[in-house]
């Protein structure tokens, strides 16, 4: 079983990256949990959702512990932080995190240039898939290739295709590195 919680602001596309996850492990045939939890003020508010993943029945949506955070921002970050397992994965948008920012010591870090990545691809509303490239890279929970493909067929399937999304997707694998093993 694992559990991942996606969170940032609202308008980053938090949600769409918890359905993509929630959808490849559909598509693998397994049991999957989504749940959204938005801000009072929506678009530019907290937005974070949960998705488990398992190939036994799933119990209760709430996560008390995450094996992985993928966090958008510092806010993300103070709210979930706490919630990583020891040797989780706490993936971050370093476009927008604090630099001087201390983490757990017991927590695997990776940094990806989320923001900045998806500008220079003409993609802005595009971290999000940035940040799942490095998800792909860096944890064992789907193949590279496996991800991109189910990225695609998310946004086709919502009349959504965004050519530039493969482009964010790609870099995220590229760029991203260990801030901690």
Known sequence: MVKIICAGYGGQGV????LILAN??????????WLSSYGAEMRGGSANCSVTISEEDIASPYIKQADILLALNDVSIDKFERKILPKGFLILNSSIVDKTRQFREDIRIVRVDATDIANKASNPRGANIVMLGALAQF???FDVLFLKENIDRYFIKNGKYIPNNA???EQGV????WLRK
């Open 167 to 169: 482009v964010c997707f």
């Open 24 to 33: 490849a492990g559909m598509a693998q045939n397994k049991n999957i949990l």
């Open 15 to 18: 949600m769409a990256t918890g």
């Open 139 to 141: 944890t064992d929970l």
């Open 174 to 177: 590229e760029q991203s590195d």
